[in-house]
C-alpha cells in the first residue's frame, strides 16, 4: 500500500490549489481516506474525509464551504480542492488511508495505518 501526495506550493491569500494523492496496490474505493495537516508547533489536524464506500465526506469547521474532497477511481486518485485558502492553511498536507476505522474516528490521525508523504502548503497574505 503506497500513497503519494502532491500539488502543494505557494499560492496567494484568497487563491486556490488542488492536492492529489495518488494510491497503489489497493483500490481507494474500499478504504476510507484522509486529508490531514499539521502546521509549524501544532498538531497534526484532520481536514477532509471521505468514505471510499459510499462516498460520505467530513469536513473540519474551518474548511466548510472552502475545501473538497473528493475521488476519481479510475485513477486511484483522491482530490483536495482548497478554494479561498487563507494563511492559517498553511501546513504540510498529508494523505491517509485506512480499511477499517468507524466513521466517528475519521478525523483521528491514529486510526489510519498508511500514509502518504506531506506536500508543503504555504499561503501568504
Known amino acids: 500500500v503506497q500513497l503519494q501526495a502532491s500539488g502543494g506550493g505557494l499560492v496567494q491569500a484568497g487563491g486556490s490549489l488542488r492536492l492529489s494523492c495518488e494510491a497503489s496496490g489497493f483500490a481507494l474505493d474500499s478504504y476510507i481516506i484522509g486529508w490531514f495537516r499539521q502546521a509549524p508547533g501544532k498538531e497534526r489536524e484532520g481536514v477532509a474525509c471521505m468514505d471510499g464506500y459510499d462516498g460520505r465526506t467530513l469536513y473540519e469547521d474551518s474548511v466548510k464551504g472552502r475545501f473538497t474532497i473528493s475521488r476519481d477511481n479510475t485513477e486511484n486518485t483522491v482530490f483536495l480542492q482548497m478554494n479561498s485558502q487563507k494563511p492559517e492553511d498553511t501546513a504540510v498536507y498529508y494523505c491517509?488511508?485506512?480499511?477499517?476505522?468507524?466513521?466517528?474516528?475519521?478525523?483521528?490521525?491514529?486510526?489510519?495505518?498508511?500514509w502518504g508523504q506531506g506536500t508543503l502548503v504555504t499561503v501568504s497574505s
Open positions: 491517509a488511508a485506512d480499511q477499517s476505522i468507524i466513521w466517528s474516528e475519521v478525523k483521528n490521525q491514529y486510526a489510519y495505518d498508511y
